[in-house]
């Protein structure tokens, strides 16, 4: 058994082997170096002293009072010449098996790798290196009273075990994992696994309604046809009978829409739809099914903004039956048909919101010959730009009135081909077909409408209720015609008309239109106020030719 002996530390019996060894190499130089004579290091002045370790047979005392100090000189304890100075300082944490047992636990016991003390057969006890003399044999050092107990950390390592010697290990064995624990585990994995897997297939199936190809379920064929009371069966019914009208010249140009007559080819629609061609413009007329022709004008009113055009050479036509406004009642349903925005054959539904609304419309000339005072059906069927001229038709798809007029978004009225028009806000205003049919007739008849007067130029500028009487009439005329109908009914200059057959008028248009909704020849009666005092006047109308 051997260790080395760490410099400045030399238990005694390493005092003794360095004091042999000193012997056996020829003494000590003077720089207090051990030399061996027969080594190149003592000839040059250089010991080899780190390879020769001392030999130590047993364990070292336990206490450090129980070692030698290292006389004054000796390599092995750290000191050179004089003075005896260690070359290092102690390491108070020095640990084994290469130092001193360190402060916080005692020396471990030593142990005799072959089973007895005594030099190893592994390493020659004295000089180093094999062949060396061997030195003199040590007195043995005093057994230890008293062995510590071992440290475990210490048991379990044997620095100078011979190779494929015992470990000794203390405390329980390691176990073993469970083979229970693992396949517990991988089960879990694999159910986590699947559980993801599964979510995201039914995820895509549920968005993408499978893996194969989607087919959606969808109703089979049905009949088509509806009742014929319905909205699409009043489409079905009327549309064959409505038109597209074109009409350019004069650099302008205006799309609107206009319904058969009868078979010869007649088409009733606006005069404000038909008044960009004049009279030597271009009409084009679009049928339901996409067939179109030319159209001549037969005639128009301004006053009743209506104008009648014909076509030639087209067989097959669908005029679409009139009905009676005056059958009309606030509430019915009624589908209003026409091409809004050139979008032919486009249908839209609602009431009629109002009847006898008095109305007035165009006025672009300035000199009053354009403006068409009109009795009019209020509708909230949507009713946009190119609408005009189109049907108005009831439950049984008879037209009852002819859609000519919006109010528009700024609280202005007129036709709703303007330019200028905002689109449908629900207030819709047709012309009453019983209007329209006599116009029409006059007009395929003579080529010209006649329009019911009473004789009197109105004072428009009268802010007060009613309709007053002129002073003046044109060119400084009277203003009540001489022989004419209110003329025969009394009336004078500066009377105020405030009913018509028992209605209400609160100015000169409202007059107007309650007189133009009638016929020339009808009789009315009419209360007149004079001087504070109201009074009744029996009139027959009289006619004038319109333009």
Known sequence: MHTDVPAGVAPDAGAHAHAAAAQLTGGVGQDGIARDPQSPAARNGIARGAHAPAVQDHAPAPAAQDHAPAPAGDPAAGHSGEGARPLHEPDEYRTPPYGGPGPWAPAPPVQHPHGAAG???QYPAAGGYPGSPA?????????????APVPEQWRQYDPWGAPGGILIR????????SRRGMAFAGALAFALLAGVLGGGVGAYLERNGGIATVELPQAGPEGTDRAPDSIAGIAASALPGVVTLHVSGGGEQGTGTGFVLDAQGHILTNNHVVSPAGRSGDISVTF????????????????????????????????????NSDNVRVG????????????????TAGIISAKERPITAGGEKGDGSDVSYVDALQTDAPINPGNSGGPLVDSRARVIGINSAIRAADGGSGPDAGSGQAGSIGLG????????KRVAEELINT???????IGVSLDMQYSGDGARVGEKGKDGASSVTA?????KAGIRPGDVITKVDGQRVHNGEELIVKIRAHRPGDRLELTVLRDGKEQTRAVTLGSSTGT
């Not at 203390?170 to 994992?177: A, I, L, V, W």
């Not at 205003?429 to 209007?435: E, G, K, S, V």
């Not at 080529?447 to 007067?453: L, N, S």
């Not at 022989?483 to 003329?487: S, T």
Request: proline share 17%; aromatic share 4%; charged share 15%.
């Open 447 to 453: 080529g010209k409408a006649t329009h019911p007067v």
């Open 135 to 147: 030195p003199a044999p040590l007195p043995a050092p005093a057994a230890a009273p008293h062995a």
């Open 170 to 177: 203390t405390g329980e064995p390691p176990k073993r994992k």
């Open 332 to 347: 019915d349903p009624v589908v209003a048909i026409g091409a809004p925005f050139d979008l032919q054959n486009t249908v």
């Open 483 to 487: 022989g004419g109908p209110a003329a």
């Open 119 to 121: 030099p190893s057969p």
């Open 288 to 323: 339901s099914g996409g067939e179109t022709a030319r159209a001549t004008l037969v005639g128009k009113d301004s006053g009743y903004d209506l104008a009648v055009v014909k076509v030639k050479g087209v067989s097959g036509l669908k005029p679409l039956p009139l009905g």
């Open 429 to 436: 205003f047709a012309i009453p077909i019983n209007q329209g």
